[in-house]
C-alpha cells in the first residue's frame, strides 16, 4: 500500500475560498428571483423575458455542467476553475450593466456557462484535496452551501434590490470574484491532467442544452400562445427528437458525457425525478411568492426578502431531519412525506390567498423540498459502484439545474394572467399546479423509491 501524498498546507483555506465562488453560483437564483419584479419594471421585460432571467442561467448552467467536468478532466481542474470562475465575474459585470433584455439574457447564459465550467472543476478540486475523514468534513461543508445558499439569497436579493439597486445583484460578484481568482491563482496547486484523457462530447452537450431549451421555450410560450397550439406540439415534439439524439450519441459516442444507463436503474431514476421535482418545486415557490408580495401587494423588496427568511430556514429543517432519519427509515418514508408537505404547503394559498398563508404555506413547502434534497442524492448516490458516483453525482447536478428552468417556465405561464395583469387568478393557478404536482409526485414516489438497504442500513452509523 502506498503512502498518501502529503496534505496541501492551505487546503482549508482554499476550500473557503471554493465554498464563497460556489455560494456565489447558488445565489444567483434565488438572489435574482427577489429582484425580478424591479429588473421587469426598468428594462420593460415581457412576461417571457422575465422567465429566461432564470431559465437561461439553469438552462446553461445544467446543459453543459458534464461537459465542464470533462474538460477538467482534460486540461486539469485548477485551469478550468479559474476559467469559470473569470467568466462568471465578467457576466455578471455585463448583466449588471444590462439596459436591454436581449444584453441581460446575454450576460445571464455566459453567467450559466461559467457555472458550469466552476462548480464541477471545484468538487473535483475539494476531493484530491482532502482524503479520509477530513474528505467527508469537507464534502459535508460543501454540501451544506445548498442551504445557506437560499437563506442568504433571500436576504441578500432584498438589501441590494432595496438599496443601491438591482444591478447590484449581479455587481457584487465583480470583487468577490476578482479577490478569489488572484488567491486561487496563487494559492492551488499545479495539476497533473489525466493520462488517457478524455475527449470532450460538444456534440452532446450542444444536443441536450438545444433540446431542453426547446422544451422550456415551448412551456414559456404556452402562457401567451396555449397549451395545444401547433408550435407548442412542434417544439415539443422536436424536444424529444433532440433527446433521442443524445441518447443515440451517449451510446455511440467514444467518450460520452454520461452513461445513459444508469437512468433506467431503480435508484438513480427515483433521485433524478426527486432533484427535479424539488427544484422545480423550490423555483415555484421563489417565483410565486416574489410577484405576490411584489406585484399584487406592493410590498418592498427587502419586506419580500425579509418574508421569504422563514422558506429558507424551513428548507434547511427539513434537509437536517432527513439526513438523522434517513439510515433509520430508508429512503421512501421521507420522500413521500417530502413530496406530501410541499403539496399541503402549496395548497394552503392556493385556497386562501393571504399573505400570511403565503408565508406558512412556502415554509411548509420548503420543509418538504429540503427533504426530498437529501433523499435524492441518497438514493441516486447510495446504491451505485465506487466508479459510477461521479457520473450519477453529475447527472444529480444536471437534473438540478434543469428543474429549475422547467419550473420557472411552467409556473410563469400558468400565473401569466397575474405576472401580467391585475388578477390574483394567475397565483391562485400556479399555487393548485404546484400542489397538485406534489401530490400526484408523492404517489410516484411511493412506487418508484427503493425501499431501505439492508446492507447499507447495516454501514450507516459510521456516516
Known sequence: ????????????????????????????????????????????????????????????????????????????????????????????????????????????????????????????????????????????????????????????????????????????????????????????????????????????????????????????????????????????????????????????????????????????????FLILMATALMIAVFFLGTFYFQHGKDYGALRTGLLFLPVAVATMFGANLTGRMIARSGPRPPAVAGLLAAAAGMALPALSLHPLNVVIGTAVAGAGTGAMFVVASATALGQVAPHESGIASGIVSTFHEFGASLGAAVISSVAAASLTGDTFDGFTDGFVLAAVAAAVGALAAAALTPPRDRPARAASPGT
Open 1 to 272: 500500500m502506498t503512502s498518501p501524498a502529503p496534505a496541501h498546507p492551505l487546503r482549508w483555506r482554499i476550500l473557503g475560498l471554493l465554498g464563497v465562488a460556489q455560494l456565489m453560483l447558488i445565489l444567483d437564483v434565488t438572489v435574482v428571483a427577489i429582484a425580478l419584479p424591479h429588473i421587469e419594471t426598468d428594462l420593460g421585460l415581457s412576461r417571457q423575458a422575465v422567465t429566461w432571467t432564470v431559465s437561461a442561467y439553469t438552462l446553461a448552467f445544467g446543459g453543459l455542467m458534464l461537459l465542464g467536468g470533462r474538460t477538467a478532466d482534460l486540461i486539469g481542474a485548477k485551469r478550468v476553475v479559474l476559467a469559470g470562475l473569470l467568466i462568471f465575474t465578467a457576466a455578471s459585470l455585463v448583466t449588471g450593466l444590462a439596459g436591454s433584455a436581449g444584453m441581460l439574457l446575454g450576460g445571464r447564459v455566459a453567467q450559466g456557462v461559467g457555472a458550469a465550467m466552476l462548480s464541477p472543476a471545484a468538487l473535483s478540486l475539494v476531493v484530491s484535496l482532502f482524503d479520509g475523514d477530513e474528505r467527508n468534513r469537507a464534502l459535508g461543508v460543501w454540501s451544506a452551501l445548498g442551504g445557506g445558499g437560499a437563506a442568504l439569497g433571500v436576504l441578500l436579493g432584498g438589501a441590494l434590490t432595496a438599496g443601491p439597486g438591482w444591478p447590484w445583484v449581479f455587481y457584487v460578484n465583480v470583487p468577490i470574484g476578482l479577490v478569489i481568482i488572484l488567491a486561487l491563482a496563487r494559492m492551488l496547486p499545479r495539476q497533473q491532467a489525466a493520462k488517457p484523457r478524455p475527449r470532450l462530447d460538444v456534440l452532446g452537450a450542444l444536443l441536450v442544452t438545444a433540446s431542453s431549451g426547446a422544451l422550456i421555450y415551448a412551456l414559456i410560450r404556452a402562457g401567451d400562445d396555449g397549451w395545444l397550439t401547433a408550435a407548442t406540439g412542434w417544439l415539443v415534439l422536436l424536444a424529444a427528437t433532440g433527446y433521442l439524439a443524445f441518447t443515440v450519441r451517449q451510446k455511440t459516442a467514444v467518450s460520452p458525457m454520461m452513461d445513459v444507463s444508469l437512468l433506467v436503474r431503480r435508484p438513480v431514476a427515483t433521485g433524478t
